[in-house]
């Protein structure tokens, strides 16, 4: 019910009183008073949605405004003077050489007609040439063009124009009277740097000048529709009968501007506007006294239930008056004998202080032995954390010592490998100087041999130059001397290789076995080396791993822990950081419709916020929502959604008085105690073609208000479309009230409310609004920055765990896969380094019992080194008879004239062999001294060698040796830390115990008075 009817009915209930002594009569007029405040509050209520400004001016302001005519060009009125032309002088313009006069013209002369190239444009262009028109107008690029130009006459520096004008009056036929002294000409010069000059009746003016005297006088320059130039006249009859839009021009709008009807447009259509607006408002006023008259008819029974009502409840005014004073007699009775109670009660409190005394002394007992147990606790603590900064220490050294040992032992691979390498070197400089020796050995006998040739082939020569003459026979019988001497050496030559080779044969089928055994025996110490080394290694990593795992296990174990705790508080912020901020958009949604109110509303509202009126709910838009689609239907269609909702009548009148102290303004209230009859129509109905009812698509949070909602919707209806809306209006058996998705109605009464350009809508939002102050929206908004940090930080925090728990696992999943695979392996290469040890001792038997005997040894080598020297021997012989045999055969075959050539040739060939040996001799000899050289160094190295193994070896012990002493401490202190976390533990549950029986401090107890 609006406020008004209820402020009404407010004071008529307090008029009539517990007395009800009020008259009828006066009571009639307080009705007719409701009356008229229903008529007013229906009038409020259904009000339109906003329409455009109407111009609010008066007829005869608007007719006022409108501009003056322009004035005429000219007139037919008869004895009324007009301009015309007279005469046009042309002087060297364009065409006209010299000197020319277009004229004299009628007095009617308003056109130029003839064939094409008989001069039509020429006298047109002298009349916009003196009007002022551009060259481009002329229909040339400058104004220096203009000036005549010909054969006969060249080099003309100007051309001028004139137009002679003058008023007449007009007679009967041709005849006209001139007005005395109304002549005047203009002319216009143009010279040959484009520039031209204005004269009026032979002075020198200005264009300016010129204009105002040719607009004085009716010639209009500004819309150029005086002078018309071909096809222009085209043009504008192929003009359209009116624009298409306001920015096009047709014949019409053309029409009107030369007439000046244009200027009236403005006026007729903004009273067009006011007749139609006008028309609206008479039938929308019309409709509204016919609804408050059938409101009021309505009302008539309810009023008479009123009086009736009223009656009623100051008869229980009056019981209740009786039944209060009997309730305040009892009331005195009891509070008597609670008197009597609370001094009994007062006793009984005195046990309870003495008991609480008491209590007190304990606690600060109980208080002294927790701060000396709190002591104890962080003693041990910083106790546990001290051995475990030890420990972590201990493990740090231990990694250390465990690189320093790794480094070692690869080190004394890489030394092994370097002395293996000394050694080969040093044997090599060993056989160097046996072979060097044998080397200037064989140089020096070859070298006496061919010495020894060298002086046969002299003496050879000598003989070749005393018997050339016996040229062939003699050499004929020393060659088959010699190849005789030759086949018996070559046998003894092969005899000797034969001998040689079999002593060699029986001297390496002797050494075979012992060779063979002793590669297999150092094949196995090299294989049982190896297996001992490995077998260290993975026990070592081993005993390192059983240690590693679980504390990396551990580690792993806490880092998840923090993870998932981590994770769920993430998760949690998160959420609250999503809730908050859907509450801090809905908030400022909120705020921004509180601000969007108006001035008399947000002044209600702050007198709610402040607690200074009590029960107001707020705006009815406000309280409720509904799907965005139905925004312009519920806009439209409910004007009460502006009106304020209160509890009860008593707050709307507070509210009404506050509104008119202040003078703010006026506003319409629903008082939600006036509402429950509307209740029972709430519920669901049958609709026509089911179209949905508006008052059941609104969402609401508190459902007392469900009833204004009722009281401002009814059972309006909303339908797709206009053709739905009448269909589903105008049923047989009712009328409906029905709204259309754009905002188009249809009332009972078969009104219709619909058109403009604007659409309403936006006036109940499509989610609940929250109320909220500034301050509070302050808050939250601090708030929702601050979880948004914390959220982040979170998130960083679980990056960087998530990617740590992924390395620790993935750590200790390859230490238990190679605590596996070396555990597996252990059994197996102990059971290898036993049978390999075993190995070594039998092959070291084998060596020893294939060993040669040395006396059979020594004499199998001198066997062997006789027949070598046997053999070289015989081959010697035999190569010098061979050798004999192709000289001589050489000897034989070449002719006479080449014998003494051909010796000295051999002679220079011996020469330069004795030289080759020579040289040999040399190479060896430094070859053997360097030899001892580099010996000397190389037995150096592999001292050195061996000595840096020593100590590496050294090195190593100590390394294993410190690694065992900081085992050992490590283990001391990780027990020592064991055993005081146990200590801690037991401190801690024992503490505690202490807090869950701690009882609460003196201060805390409040003494029973």
């Known amino acids: 019910m609006p406020a008004k009817t209820k402020s009404s009915t407010a004071k008529q209930s307090a008029k009539l009183g517990p007395g009800g002594s009020e008259s009828l009569d006066e009571f009639d007029n307080e009705m007719d008073i409701q009356q008229k405040a229903i008529a007013s509050n229906l009038d409020e209520t259904t009000r339109e949605s906003p ?3 109407i111009d609010n001016r008066s007829l005869e302001e608007i007719l006022a405004g409108i501009s003056p005519p322009p004035p005429p060009a000219m007139t037919n009125e008869p004895g009324a003077p007009r301009l015309m032309i007279t005469h046009i002088v042309n002087q060297n313009f364009k065409s006209y050489a010299g000197k020319q006069i277009l004229g004299p013209f009628h007095k009617r002369f308003s056109c130029i007609i003839g064939p094409n190239g008989s001069g039509k444009s020429n006298v047109i262009d002298s009349m916009l040439f003196v009007f002022g028109y551009r060259a481009q107008k002329i229909r040339s690029k400058k104004l220096s063009v203009l000036i005549h130009n010909s054969d006969e006459h060249k080099d003309i520096q100007s051309c001028t124009v004139e137009v002679h004008f003058q008023k007449i009056i007009d007679k009967e036929g041709d005849d006209f009277e001139v007005i005395p002294n109304s002549n005047f000409y203009v002319s216009r010069t143009a010279y040959k740097d484009n520039s031209s000059l204005y004269h009026v009746n032979g002075k020198k003016s200005t264009f300016k000048d010129v204009g105002m005297l040719l607009r004085s006088h009716g010639i209009d320059l500004d819309h150029n529709r005086f002078l018309i130039l071909q096809g222009e006249v085209e043009q ?23 007439i000046g009807s244009g200027r009236l447009k403005e006026p007729i259509q903004i009273l067009c506007r006011r007749v139609e607006i006008l028309n609206e408002q008479r039938g929308e006023k019309l409709n509204r006294v016919k609804m408050v008259e059938k409101e009021k008819d309505a009302l008539e029974g309810e009023k008479n239930h009123a009086i009736e009502f009223l009656l009623l409840k100051n008869e229980i005014v009056k019981n209740r008056n009786c039944v209060l004073q009997y309730y305040i007699h009892d009331v005195q009775k009891r509070i008597a004998d609670l008197a009597a109670q609370k001094q009994k ?3 009984d409190t005195q046990d309870t202080r003495d008991k609480s005394a008491k209590l007190v002394e304990d606690i600060k007992i109980k208080n002294n032995d927790l701060k000396h147990l709190e002591k104890k606790l962080g003693k041990i603590t910083k106790f546990i954390e001290e051995k475990k900064e030890e420990f972590a220490q201990f493990d740090l050294q231990d990694v250390k010592v465990r690189e320093k040992l790794k480094h070692s032992k690869s080190k004394e691979k890489k030394l092994q490998k370097q002395l293996q390498k000394d050694i080969e070197k040093l044997e090599e400089l060993k056989s160097i100087p046996g072979d060097n020796e044998n080397t200037i050995r064989d140089a020096t006998a070859k070298r006496e041999q061919l010495e020894q040739n060298k002086v046969k082939e002299e003496e050879k020569l000598k003989k070749v130059m005393d018997t050339l003459k016996q040229e062939t026979k003699g050499l004929q019988e020393d060659k088959e001397t010699k190849e005789k001497e030759l086949m018996e050496l070559s046998k003894a030559v092969n005899e000797s290789r034969s001998k040689m ?3 060699q044969s029986e001297l390496d089928i002797y050494l075979s076995q012992h060779k063979f055994a002793l590669d297999q025996l150092n094949q196995a110490k090299e294989t049982l080396a190896t297996n001992i080394d490995t077998l260290k290694e993975r026990k070592a990593t081993i005993k390192d ?11 792993l174990l806490k880092d998840e822990k923090e993870l998932e705790k981590i994770i769920h508080s993430e998760a949690q912020i998160r959420n609250n950081v999503y809730e908050l901020r859907q509450k801090v958009e809905e908030a400022k949604s909120s705020l921004t419709v509180n601000r969007s109110w108006g001035r008399v509303l947000e002044a209600v509202m702050q007198q709610k916020n402040t607690g200074k009126i009590a029960g107001i709910y707020g705006r009815l838009g406000d309280l409720g929502a509904i799907e965005e689609k139905y925004d312009v239907a519920i806009s439209s269609s409910c004007g009460a959604l502006d009106n304020i909702v209160v509890d009860t009548i008593d707050t709307a009148q507070e509210c009404v008085k506050f509104l008119k102290k202040q003078n703010i303004g006026v506003a319409t209230f629903i008082c939600l105690d006036k509402m429950k009859v509307w209740e029972r129509n709430m519920g669901k109905i049958q609709t026509p073609e089911k179209v949905p009812r508006l008052f059941d698509m609104v969402k609401i949070s508190d459902e007392a208000i469900r009833p204004a909602f009722y009281f401002a919707l009814r059972d309006t209806l909303v339908a797709k479309d206009l053709e739905q809306a009448t269909r589903v209006a105008f049923q047989k058996d009712k009328r409906w009230r029905v709204v259309t998705m754009e905002g188009q109605i249809i009332e009972q009464s078969g009104t219709m409310t619909g058109g403009g350009r604007r659409v309403m809508k936006g006036r109940m939002g499509s989610s609940l609004v929250v109320e909220i102050t500034p301050e509070e929206m302050d808050k939250m908004e601090a708030k929702l920055q601050k979880d948004l940090i914390v959220a982040q930080k979170y998130q960083e925090q679980k990056s960087h765990l998530e990617e740590k728990v992924v390395k620790e696992r993935q750590n200790i999943r390859e230490m238990k896969n190679t605590l596996e695979k070396y555990t597996a392996s252990i059994q197996g290469l102990t059971e290898q380094q036993i049978h390999l040890t075993i190995q070594v001792k039998d092959f070291e038997a084998n060596v020893a019992l294939a060993a040669p005997d040395q006396n059979k040894l020594k004499e199998l080598q001198t066997t062997l080194e006789t027949f070598k020297k046997e053999y070289e021997k015989a081959a010697a012989m035999a190569g010098k008879v061979e050798t004999e045999v192709k000289r001589l055969h050489t000897l034989i075959i070449d002719i006479n004239s080449k014998k003494l050539k051909t010796q000295q040739d051999k002679l220079d060939q011996l020469n330069k062999q004795i ?14 001294k360097t030899a001892e050289r580099n010996f000397k160094k190389a037995e150096e190295a592999v001292n050195r060698t061996k000595g840096e193994i020593g100590e590496n070896q050294k090195e190593v012990e100590d390394l294993t040796e410190e690694l065992k002493q900081v085992e050992e401490k490590g283990a001391i202190v990780l027990k020592e830390c064991s055993e005081a976390q146990v200590q801690q533990n037991s401190y801690s549950s024992f503490n505690g115990l202490l807090h869950l029986t701690k009882l609460p401090k003196a201060s805390n107890l409040i003494p029973l008075s």
């Not at 839009?245 to 501007?257: F, I, K, P, R």
């Not at 791993?545 to 580690?555: D, H, L, T, Y």
């Open 236 to 258: 504008i009859a192929m003009m359209k009968p009116k624009g298409q839009n306001e920015h096009s021009e047709g014949m019409l709008e053309y029409l009107e501007d030369i």
């Open 501 to 503: 080779d079999v002593a």
């Open 51 to 53: 329409v455009e400004p």
């Open 915 to 928: 030289d080759d040996c020579a040289s040999s001799i040399t190479k060896a000899r430094v070859a053997i």
């Open 545 to 555: 791993m059983e240690i590693k795992i679980p504390q990396c296990e551990q580690e």
């Open 345 to 347: 009660i007062h006793e």
